[in-house]
């Protein structure tokens, strides 16, 4: 039987268990159990991903308090596989190898990261917002020539450059300085740009929030239109590097 199957099938009482009641913690957030397949402890990450630097760990077999639920890296474990984080203090876990009597969220969804997009040092032409704006305005679905493979540039144009100054997307990510970066970190606000790496230049492109960010070459070479971190991934099978804010190489 299929570990998700058993996972689901766990009965009423197991999920009526998972509720916290008031006064009890965080309303409505849940609880959930530690099982790793070896019995080693589960580690606890900085963001909702498996490549996230590790804040701690929990003994397997831990009850744990679960404050809310993201969506991350996906990962495969005990009760199957799963993008599903679970807040538990500071950190994230992969709620793959977390007992919880459902395959689905059990706790309301997390706030999403605290940062926002900022042009502050970067020195560009356009806001956060105004590429947001720029890039939907740019929306297509037919092949463009200007469109296929020039990831970079693109990003760039929305705010108000011609090019990025960068020879690929991922030497981009590598220019960028540490302080403008957040490596694994998938909640990316809007305007905030993703990077991918790949055994070729890699990918880049930017948030219009909620999850969702436009691209060009994933839904037809030379268009420019909506997708997911999990997509790009999915479909190209590109290693999700972390966001950044738009830095470009062109004015530094």
């Not at 009965?11 to 913690?25: K, M, Q, S």
């Not at 639920?69 to 799963?82: A, F, H, L």
């Not at 679905?141 to 540039?153: I, Q």
């Not at 220019?175 to 694994?184: D, E, L, R, T, V």
């Amino acid at each position: 039987m299929n570990l998700g199957i058993v996972k689901r099938l766990a009965g009423v009482a197991g999920i009526a268990a998972a509720l916290v009641v008031a006064g009890a913690g965080p309303a409505f957030a849940a609880t959930g159990t530690v099982h790793t397949d070896s019995g080693a402890p589960l580690t606890v990450r900085s963001s909702p991903s498996a490549t996230a630097g590790s804040i701690g760990s929990i003994a397997d077999g831990t009850a744990v308090t679960i404050t809310c639920q993201t969506n991350g890296s996906t990962v495969d474990g005990k009760y199957g596989t799963s993008d599903i984080w679970d807040k538990v203090g500071d950190g994230y876990i992969s709620d793959a190898y977390v007992y919880t009597g459902s395959d689905g969220r059990v706790a309301p969804d997390c706030a999403g990261s605290t940062l926002t997009c900022s042009t502050a040092g970067t020195g560009n032409p356009k806001t956060c917002a105004q590429a947001v704006a720029y890039a939907k305005t740019r929306i297509h679905t037919n092949d463009l020539d200007s469109y296929e493979g020039w990831c970079d540039r693109i990003n760039a144009q929305n705010y108000g450059w011609s090019a990025s100054g960068s020879e690929t997307a991922y030497i981009h990510w590598t220019q960028i300085p540490a302080s403008f970066k957040h490596a694994g970190d998938y909640q990316v606000p809007a305007g905030g740009l993703a990077y991918f790496k790949s055994s070729g230049a890699g990918h880049t492109m930017i948030s219009i929030g909620d999850g969702k960010f436009l691209s060009n070459d994933i839904n037809g070479y030379g268009s420019y239109t909506e997708t997911t971190i999990a997509q790009i991934k999915s479909k190209w099978g590109q290693t999700y590097l972390g966001w950044a804010q738009p830095w470009f190489k062109i004015n530094h």
